[in-house]
C-alpha cells in the first residue's frame, strides 16, 4: 500500500507540474495592462519537425529580443518562445498600427521568398493561447509555367481577441489579402509591417477557452469513424475469442475426458503432440539473459503507458498544454525504472543465471542504447539545419542527470529487489537431461510466418485508429479523445495475448518445444506492421519532405519496434497456459509434484 501511496502522489505532482503557466499567472488583467505575447517559431506547414526560431526570418524585431524560461517538456516539443514585435495590450484597439519600417535586401527577399514556395506559418502564443499564420501566397492563377508564378509576402495582420470581463478567451489572426509585397525578383523591397488589433466581448467562460480545439477532434464525422474502429476491433477481439476457444475445446476435449475418466488406459497411450515433449517444453531458453532484459523492458514500458492513459483521462494532456506529454514521459520512464530492474532480475534469476549484474546492464541499456543512438543522429541533423528540434546543450545535461541520478539508481534498487525475492521456477514438469529433436516442420510453422499471422491481427485491430495518431503527431491534427484510444489499447493488449496463446499452442502441438522466443517475437511483431505503416503514411498520406523532415519521421517511428515489446510481456501468458495443458490431471505419471 505505501508504495501504491507514493505512485499516486508522483502522479498527482507530475499532474501539477506540467500544467502550462502564463506570465500572469492567473490570467487576469485591466484595461491597457500587457498581456504577454511571444513569438515561438516558423517552418514548412508541412513538416511538422523541420521548424525554426521566428526571427531566422527578418521580421521586424522588439529591439531586445527576451527568451521565455521554458519547462523541459517544452525545449523538448521544440518550442523557443521569445518577445513578439506586436503589442496587443487588454482592450486596446489599434487600427494599422506600423510595427517597422524594412528594407528588405536582395538576400532577404530570397529568405522570404523560399519560404513561401515552403508554404512557411508562423505560431505565437497570446496569454497561452495558440496563433498561426501564413507568411504569403504564391500566385498560381492562370499561368501553367511555374516560372511565371508570384510570390507575396503578408505585411498586415489583423488579430481579433475575445473577452470575458477581465478575461483572453479567444484570439484569431488574420493576414490582409491585399497588404502584399512582391518578392517575385530579386531586388531591394521596402516594407511597412503593420498589425491591426480589435476586441470583442464573449460569454465563453475562462475555463471552456480550450474546448474549441478539443472539438475539432471530436466532431460527429470523427467520432463515427472512431466507434467504428472500435466495433471493428471488437468484432476482431469476438471473433478471436471464439476462435481460440473452438480449437482448445476441440482439441482437448479428448484428453479432458481420457485423463478424467479413464486414466489406467491413459497410462498405456502413446504420446503424441504436446505431450510428446513435455520433457522439453520448459527447457530454459538461450540468449535467457537477453531475453529476460527485454520481459523487463518491456514491463516497464507497459507501465510508463498505462500511467501516461491515467493522467490523459484526468485531463492533464488538454490542447496546448505545452510540453506537458514529454515532461510525463521523461519523469514516468525515469520513476517506473525499478520496474524493469525488479521484472528483469527476478525472471533472470528464476531461469538459474548468475550474472545478474550484467542482466541489469543490458535492461538498462536494451531501449536507452538504441534510443540515444537515434537521439544523437536526428539532434545532429537539426544542428546542422538550425531547427528548433535541437536541444540546447542545458537540456541534454538535465536529461543526463536524471538519467543517472534517478532512472540508473531506481534501477539499481530494483534489481537488487528482484534477485532477494526471486523464487525458484516451479516447472510443472521434469526437464529430460538432453533435448529432443525437432522434427521437420511446414514453411508456415516457421518464426517468420508466425510472426506475420500473430501481428497482423492486432494491427487490423487499430489501424484505423493509427491514422488520427499520426495526423496528430506528425501533423497539425489536435488528439483528444483519449477514452477511444484508451480503449483500443485494451482491445490491442486483449488480442496480442489471445493470438500469442494460440500460436504457442500450435507451436507445442508440432512438438516444437522452442517456444520461448517464439513467443516473444509472435508477440511484438505488430510494432513490424506499425513501421511497415510509417512508409504508407509518409508516402501517400502526407506531403512531408526533405532530408530533415525524412530523418527525424522514420527515425524516430523506428523506436516503435522498441515500444511495442511491452506486448511482447503479455506473451509471458502461455506460461501458465502451458502448465495446464501438460498437468491436466495430477495423477500424470510424468507430471512433477505441485
Known amino acids: 500500500m505505501d508504495r501504491w501511496f507514493v505512485v499516486v502522489a508522483l502522479l498527482a505532482i507530475i499532474s501539477s507540474a506540467t500544467q502550462v503557466r502564463a506570465d500572469a499567472s492567473d490570467h487576469r488583467y485591466k484595461r491597457g495592462e500587457a498581456v504577454p505575447l511571444y513569438a515561438n517559431k516558423v517552418g514548412p506547414f508541412h513538416n511538422p519537425s523541420e521548424t525554426y526560431r ?67 506559418y508562423f505560431q505565437m502564443y497570446y496569454d497561452d493561447l495558440p496563433i498561426w499564420g501564413f507568411i504569403g501566397k504564391v500566385d ?49 523591397v521596402s516594407v511597412d509591417f ?18 474549441k480545439y478539443s472539438q475539432s477532434s471530436s466532431l460527429p464525422h470523427h467520432l463515427e469513424i472512431h466507434w467504428f474502429s472500435i466495433i471493428n476491433s471488437c468484432v476482431t477481439v469476438l471473433l478471436l475469442t471464439g476462435f481460440l476457444a473452438t480449437i482448445l475445446m476441440r482439441v482437448l476435449k479428448n484428453d479432458f475426458v481420457k485423463y478424467t475418466h479413464d486414466e489406467e488406459t491413459a497410462d498405456d497411450q502413446e504420446e503424441t503432440g504436446w505431450k510428446y515433449i513435455h520433457g522439453d517444453v520448459f527447457r530454459f531458453p538461450k540468449y535467457k539473459s537477453l531475453l529476460a532484459a527485454a520481459v523487463g523492458s518491456g514491463t516497464q514500458l507497459f507501465a510508463l503507458t498505462i500511467f501516461i492513459f491515467i493522467l490523459a483521462l484526468v485531463g492533464v494532456f488538454y490542447p496546448y498544454n505545452r510540453g506537458a506529454l514529454f515532461t510525463a514521459l521523461v519523469v514516468i520512464y525515469a520513476l517506473t525504472s525499478g520496474i ?58 538535465v536529461i543526463f542527470l536524471i538519467w543517472t541520478l534517478v532512472t540508473s539508481p531506481l534501477l539499481v534498487l530494483g534489481g537488487i529487489a528482484g534477485k532477494n525475492s526471486k523464487s525458484e521456477f516451479q516447472a510443472p514438469v521434469r ?50 479523445i483519449y477514452s477511444i ?14 493470438i500469442t496463446v494460440a500460436l504457442t499452442y500450435f507451436q507445442l502441438a508440432a512438438e516444437d518445444h522452442e517456444w520461448w522466443w517464439r513467443s516473444f517475437l509472435c508477440g511484438g511483431s505488430t510494432g513490424l506492421f506499425i513501421y511497415s505503416y510509417c512508409l504508407y503514411y509518409y508516402h501517400a498520406r502526407s506531403d512531408m519532405s526533405g532530408f530533415m523532415q525524412t530523418s527525424f519521421f522514420f527515425g524516430a517511428s523506428s523506436n516503435l519496434d522498441y515500444r511495442a515489446s511491452w506486448f511482447n510481456r503479455m506473451s509471458s501468458s502461455c506460461l501458465p497456459s502451458s502448465r495446464e495443458l501438460l498437468c491436466m490431471h495430477h495423477q500424470q505419471k510424468w507430471c512433477a509434484d505441485l
Open 54 to 120: 521566428y526571427f531566422d526570418l527578418p521580421f521586424c524585431s522588439p529591439g531586445v529580443v527576451e527568451d521565455k524560461t521554458e519547462a523541459l517538456g517544452e525545449v523538448l516539443n521544440g518550442d523557443r518562445l521569445v518577445t513578439a514585435p506586436y503589442k496587443l495590450d487588454f482592450l486596446v484597439e489599434k487600427d494599422s498600427e506600423l510595427v517597422c519600417q524594412r528594407k528588405l535586401t536582395k538576400e532577404q527577399v530570397v529568405q522570404f521568398r523560399i519560404a513561401v514556395i515552403k508554404d512557411y
Open 140 to 188: 498560381k492563377e492562370g499561368k501553367a509555367d511555374p516560372s511565371e508564378y508570384k510570390y507575396y509576402l503578408f505585411k498586415h495582420i489583423h488579430f481579433q481577441v475575445f473577452y470575458n470581463k477581465d478575461r483572453v478567451i479567444e484570439i484569431n489572426a488574420k493576414t490582409d489579402p491585399n497588404a502584399l509585397v512582391d518578392l517575385t525578383e530579386d531586388k531591394e
Open 194 to 211: 503593420l498589425y491591426t488589433v480589435k476586441w470583442k466581448e464573449t460569454d465563453t467562460p475562462f475555463e471552456k477557452r480550450m474546448d
Open 340 to 397: 524493469a530492474g525488479y521484472t528483469a532480475t527476478s525472471f533472470y534469476c528464476q531461469l538459474e543465471g548468475t550474472n545478474w549484474v550484467r542482466n541489469l546492464l543490458l535492461t538498462g541499456s536494451l531501449f536507452c542504447g538504441p534510443l540515444f543512438l537515434t537521439f544523437c543522429f536526428l539532434n545532429t541533423v537539426a544542428i546542422a539545419y538550425k531547427a528548433t528540434a535541437a536541444l540546447p546543450f542545458g537540456t541534454i545535461v
Open 431 to 480: 526437464t529430460a537431461k538432453f533435448p529432443r529433436e525437432i522434427p521437420t516442420l511446414p514453411w508456415y510453422r516457421g518464426a517468420l510466418p508466425q510472426m506475420a499471422m500473430a501481428g497482423f491481427l492486432p494491427f487490423s485491430a487499430i489501424y484505423i485508429e493509427l491514422y488520427y495518431i499520426f495526423a496528430s503527431v506528425w501533423g497539425h491534427r489536435i488528439y483528444t
Open 485 to 498: 484510444l484508451f480503449i483500443v489499447f485494451i482491445i490491442l493488449v486483449i488480442v496480442t495475448a489471445f
